[in-house]
């Protein structure tokens, strides 16, 4: 089976799947991009025009919500978006290569809540 990639623009909404936890004082914070304590280097996202947020968060864990960041956060902080699908899931894309915590205060910066968590 041949699998074909998507082109990801600047402008291309990207949905990442977040928690309660990630939202403080109303706003999606740093940790939304983490993983284990730090800097998620694979960040996870949906290409939002192959989606819904009610889908996205579907992938999730019961209670998980959906924010929304353009392509273009990345894109300027010197980042790659890539389409990346799974066998079962073709919105699947990647953030690419978090490596500090200044990364992920300007994701999260970019980053608005569009499904509000509930876990």
Not at 65 to 71: E, K, M, Q, R
Not at 73 to 89: C, M, Y
Not at 92 to 101: A, F, G, M, R, Y
Request: with cysteine.
């Amino acid at each position: 089976m041949v699998v074909a990639f998507e082109s990801i623009r600047p402008d291309d909404p990207l949905f990442r799947r977040i928690r309660r936890v990630h939202i403080v004082d109303g706003r999606v914070h740093r940790t939304a991009y983490y993983v284990r304590g730090g800097p998620d280097a694979h960040a996870s996202a949906d290409l939002a025009r192959l989606t819904s947020p009610d889908a996205s968060a579907a992938r999730g864990k019961q209670g998980t919500g959906v924010g929304v960041v353009l392509a273009e956060a990345a894109i300027s902080q010197g980042l790659a978006v890539r389409h990346d699908p799974e066998p079962d899931w073709y919105p699947h894309s990647l953030i690419e290569v978090i490596t500090s915590k200044q990364h992920c205060i300007l994701l999260a910066e970019a980053t608005e809540v569009v499904l509000n968590p509930t876990a």
